[in-house]
């Protein structure tokens, strides 16, 4: 029977967890691969800490046992394992599909070594499918998006943000911040449209992890592909 689109991720987290060693920090990533990959590290019953990238993650690491730090309590992270929304070419990546993004950019960052983990579907030639997720303060949001539109614009994206909504509610992350999502098609210059986003006053940060991951693991029905940068 061909490996599910759950089976391929719970492969990558698994092959994950076996690059994690007693006594490191490990950033956690969130989302449903992330979840595996925190509940294999749970499993083996390393002596490490945890710092993980949203509330969710924090409260499934604790409940399987992990001991956990806060991202200023610890000097340095010596790994860290998390999904992605899409994986284009030299692991560029879009993140931010469970609205985590802020803090999961600021764990990868601080990062000695950054691993994603995902299913095959996940792999792209092309960033830009996934709708790029953006996250701006509260306050003028309105007005925020409008000076993305310019952004996007500026890197020839005609395309309008989207406030995220569930239960026709905006979605606010960990942080107390708002995610527009920007259906962009195809990102031709990520690099470009990272820089036009950041300098929109207003937007804390983007999905667009670029020149991060130092190694992607990836199930597929034929097992887990390693690929790098
Ligand atoms: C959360 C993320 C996730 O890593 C991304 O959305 C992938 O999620 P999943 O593993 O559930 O497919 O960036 O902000």
């Not at 802020?102 to 095959?120: F, G, H, N, Y």
């Not at 911040?177 to 690099?191: H, M, Q, S, T, V």
């Amino acid at each position: 029977m061909s490996a599910t689109i759950d089976d391929q991720k719970r492969a990558s987290g698994e092959a994950a967890a076996a690059l994690v060693e007693t006594g490191m920090v490990v950033g956690l990533g969130t989302g449903s691969t992330a979840a595996w990959f925190v509940k294999a590290v749970a499993a083996r019953g390393l002596d490490i800490v945890g710092v993980p990238t949203s509330v969710a993650t924090a409260e499934l690491a604790a409940s399987l046992g992990i001991r956990l730090a806060e991202l200023g309590q610890v000097k340095s992270i010596d790994l860290t394992v998390d999904g992605a929304d899409e994986i284009g070419p030299a692991l560029s990546l879009i993140k931010g599909g469970g609205a985590a993004l802020l803090r999961e950019k600021l764990v990868w960052e601080a990062s000695k070594r950054c691993v994603v983990i995902a299913d095959a579907a996940k792999r792209v030639k092309l960033l830009g499918q996934f709708p790029l997720p953006i996250e701006v303060v509260a306050f003028g949001h309105e007005t925020t998006a409008l000076r993305i539109c310019d952004a996007l614009a500026e890197c020839d994206l005609g395309v309008a943000p989207r406030l995220r909504l569930k239960d026709g509610a905006p979605v606010k992350t960990d942080g107390g911040n708002l995610i527009y999502d920007a259906a962009c098609g195809r990102i031709e210059e990520p690099a470009l449209l990272a820089a036009a986003l950041k300098s929109v006053t207003g937007v804390v940060d983007h999905g667009l992890f670029l020149d991060l991951a130092d190694l992607a693991l990836v199930g597929t029905p034929d097992g887990v592909v390693t690929i790098e940068p």
